[in-house]
């Protein structure tokens, strides 16, 4: 069974999945170069984890007319006498240059192009728990919005992520109560909001009231009141509903964008409350 974190905790628990997901790789595109993040296939036939960079070429490309000098610091790249990339890693720790390699290959881009393309395979050390998800280099830090600069996705802290979740409460049916105090409703006064209440039924009484020690209000108690777990789980099911509701428009929106159709108009659906 999967885990299942709280309904507040649900979207961010979404974006932790995509982000763990080893079958997607990070994709970042740069003006001059991009990178990708994830599990190859190394020569000898074992899954290791890999950041590919790309970086495009003339046509006329050859072997010789690329220079490429590798550290475990530093990456200095240059295309017939003209530098392309000279930055430093975000992290010296994780690169092994040893077994890191490049090699000139031809593919056909979205056009239909066939495009020459340096493609330099940089694998991760074997004792290396970081992953490769925010910066590679030195200066994409520059182009991070303010908190985004966060370099701590390792194995530890993807496994205390896990470790650290709260699962939501065993479902309740509405005639399942646990013994603690807390599972019913408090009594409160509707007149001042007072919790200092007595519910009694007096002589002249012909049903159970709520009379606050406060001030002078009486009101009629309400004798079947939902225990809190019970109000938050019907809540929380509400909530859950209207967010399927609005995933399901926004899905509809860009399935029709895509097919070029006359834009949907939201106000036209059925509106969510």
């Not at 728990?129 to 919005?145: G, R, V």
């Not at 309740?172 to 646990?178: I, K, L, M, P, T």
């Not at 309400?222 to 019907?234: G, H, L, Y």
């Amino acid at each position: 069974m999967a885990i299942q974190p709280e309904f507040e905790k649900e979207d961010e628990w979404e974006e932790f999945l995509d982000k763990a997901d080893p079958r997607k790789r990070v994709q970042k595109n740069f003006q001059h170069y991009s990178w990708s993040f994830g599990i190859d296939e190394d020569d000898e036939g074992f899954t290791r984890d890999c950041v590919i960079l790309e970086i495009p070429a003339q046509r006329e490309t050859e072997p010789r007319q690329v220079s490429a000098k590798l550290s475990s610091k530093r990456l200095v790249l240059s295309l017939h006498g003209k530098e392309v990339i000279n930055d430093a890693f975000t992290d010296d720790r994780w690169l092994s240059v040893e077994d890191s390699y490049w090699e000139l290959e031809t593919k056909t881009n979205k056009a239909g192009e066939r495009q020459k393309q340096i493609r330099y395979l940089l694998y991760t050390r074997s004792d290396c728990t970081k992953y490769i998800t925010s910066t590679l280099f030195e200066k994409e830090k520059q182009d991070l919005a303010p908190g985004e600069d966060s370099d701590d996705d390792t194995a530890d802290s993807r496994i205390r992520a896990i470790a650290n979740l709260k699962e939501p409460e065993p479902r309740r049916e509405a005639d399942v109560y646990f013994s603690e105090e807390e599972e019913f409703s408090e009594y409160e006064c509707e007149g001042c909001g007072s919790k200092s209440v007595n519910v009694m039924k007096k002589s002249e009484d012909r049903c159970f009231k709520v009379y606050c020690n406060d001030c002078p209000y009486v009101s009629v108690a309400d004798m079947n009141k939902e225990a809190p777990s019970i109000r938050r789980q019907r809540e929380i099911d509400e909530a859950r509903a209207r967010k399927k509701k609005e995933k399901e428009k926004k899905k509809l929106a860009e399935k029709l964008a895509i097919q070029d159709k006359v834009p949907v108009d939201l106000a036209e659906l059925e509106e969510v409350d």
